[in-house]
């Protein structure tokens, strides 16, 4: 089962039972909710949609369906208002997240084009300053380019890229782990191998990415530490954008706790294996991600483009 039909299910058990349904249909505070990106619960509410648990009027908005309600008339009523799920609708006081999802939805379409910033303020609902700081951060991390007098270019994602950058990050990680091995705190070491659980009877799996700057900050070399700042951040991006399934979750945590039980027993060279491991296995499923996410964006929508 995938994040986007857990959070489905999740809605729909909540409507149906007429308890803890949210207050807030944005996409923005359910992806806060469910911590997750916007495009598995924009999968989510089209499911909702299509099951017609949810409503979605002329306007493009959506609203909780009354019949779907539950028993409580009262909260009938009270429910059936519009609900703001439509497409990357925010609040403007936090439109980082947003914003960044919808560059890196073009960026995974392949789109090279020119954002401007004005329309972007439009679209999201927030001032050109706002829009002006969240670009700046993105092209910190690599994906948005500023040209003079023509815009932000968005960074479109390329498959040899991304095995190259892998192929990069193993090399430095497996040296940065190397340079911090006599710096390693157990306690820390063992906090992060609590924070990755996979998958057991009852409970889901969880991950701490922690980890990987773990080392690179021990290992207190800076151009190490400059290379994952240019361009790790933009790749993360795409990852955390990408919703990983529960299965995928789940062995990454298994991935983690290996790396992490070879460190607290000071096995170097089972850490290092375990580490490039869990580096080379990322490749092929985060193209599978990609793809997948591709065919679920499809055409993004242009209301940011530069006429």
């Not at 959506?62 to 519009?82: C, D, E, I, Q, Y």
């Not at 906090?191 to 290992?219: F, Q, V």
């Amino acid at each position: 089962m995938t994040i986007a039909e857990r959070i489905a299910d999740d809605l729909e058990r909540r409507v149906g039972q007429d308890r803890d349904v949210p207050e807030d249909w944005t996409l923005a505070a359910l992806a806060e909710l469910y911590g997750v990106s916007i495009t598995p619960v924009r999968e989510a509410v089209g499911a909702l949609v299509d099951r017609d648990v949810l409503i979605r009027d002329d306007n493009g908005r959506v609203r909780v369906n009354p019949a779907r309600l539950g028993s409580n008339p009262a909260r009938r009523g009270a429910s059936a208002g519009p609900a703001s799920a439509d497409a990357l609708a925010i609040r403007p006081d936090d439109p980082t997240k947003a914003i960044t999802d919808a560059v890196v939805e073009l960026s995974i379409t392949g789109h090279d084009e020119y954002l401007r910033e004005e329309v972007a303020a439009e679209r999201f609902g927030v001032g050109r300053t706002v829009v002006r700081r969240v670009f700046g951060e993105l092209a910190g991390k690599g994906m948005l380019t500023h040209v003079p007098r023509c815009g932000w270019r968005v960074r479109p994602y390329r498959k040899r890229d991304m095995r190259d950058y892998l192929a990069v990050r193993e090399t430095l990680e497996l040296e940065a782990l190397g340079a911090a091995w006599d710096r390693f705190d157990d306690a820390v070491l063992a906090e992060m191998l609590h924070g990755n659980r996979p998958a057991t009877r009852g409970k889901s799996a969880r991950i701490d990415n922690r980890l990987h700057r773990y080392w690179i900050e021990l290992a207190d070399n800076r151009y190490i530490t400059d290379f994952f700042d240019r361009h790790g951040a933009y790749y993360d991006a795409l990852f955390d954008h990408a919703a990983p399934s529960a299965e995928r979750v789940s062995e990454m945590a298994d991935q983690h706790r290996a790396i992490l039980e070879a460190l607290l027993a000071r096995d170097r060279r089972a850490a290092q294996r375990a580490l490039s491991r869990h580096i080379r296995s990322q490749a092929p499923v985060v193209a599978q991600m990609i793809e997948r996410l591709h065919d679920a964006v499809g055409a993004p929508p242009s209301s940011t483009r530069a006429s």
